[in-house]
């Protein structure tokens, strides 16, 4: 049984920082690509980054150069660095763990997850 329990949103105003963490328990972390997504009311879950085992990334083009996603297979955790926080961040981030193991593959579409997690609400009022 994987659980994913996430921690660290919360409200910031813009040009802020947030620390998102996500626990992943089960032994399939360590060979499993993990990513978060979000989703903003009224619209459908994005991809926002995913780290492969071996560390490589892949962002968002929102994202990319103000977030950072790193994880530490020995502690089964996956953060979420996000710097330079816009209102459209504003969304609801999930923790996600990818459905199949591969020590290389960033997956970026909701399909190829197979575990999420119950999210962590960030705002940044406009």
């Known amino acids: 049984q994987v659980q994913l329990v996430e921690s660290g949103g919360g409200l910031v105003q813009t040009g802020g920082s947030l620390r998102l963490s996500c626990a992943a328990s089960g032994r399939t972390f360590s060979r499993r690509a993990m990513g978060w997504f979000r989703q903003a009311p009224g619209k459908e879950r994005e991809f926002v980054a995913a780290i492969a085992v071996i560390g490589s990334t892949y962002y968002a083009d929102s994202v990319k150069g103000r977030f950072t996603i790193s994880r530490d297979n020995t502690k089964n955790t996956v953060n979420l660095q996000m710097n330079g926080l816009k209102p459209e961040d504003t969304a609801v981030y999930y923790c996600?763990?990818?459905?199949?193991?591969?020590?290389?593959?960033?997956?970026?579409?909701?399909?190829?997850?197979?575990?999420w997690g119950q999210g962590t609400q960030v705002t940044v009022p406009s």
């Open positions: 996600t763990l990818a459905a199949t193991t591969s020590y290389s593959a960033v997956p970026s579409r909701p399909s190829e997850y197979g575990y």
